[in-house]
């Protein structure tokens, strides 16, 4: 399992979304985001993310693409 985070910040991508992150990524953040605890997988972790109402959540291209739709 990897800890994932989400990315508060909706500037850093063109569709203006949520992005859900793995602690390791070069992309994920250090600040502005929240924790979203330890998933098998992007997949789970974006869901995470909608039940905490953010809607646009969205996993990373690079680190969650099993996630990345937008
Ligand atoms: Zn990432």
């Excluded at 979304?17 to 929240?34: F, L």
């Amino acid at each position: 399992m990897k800890q994932y985070y989400l990315n508060l910040d909706t500037t850093t991508n063109p569709n203006a979304d949520n992005e859900v992150h793995t602690s390791d990524c070069w992309r994920c953040p250090s600040y502005n985001r929240i924790y979203l605890g330890y998933w098998d997988n992007g997949v789970d972790a974006v869901k995470e993310a909608k039940a905490r109402g953010y809607a646009k959540a969205d996993g990373c291209r690079i680190c969650s693409k099993e996630a990345h739709k937008e």
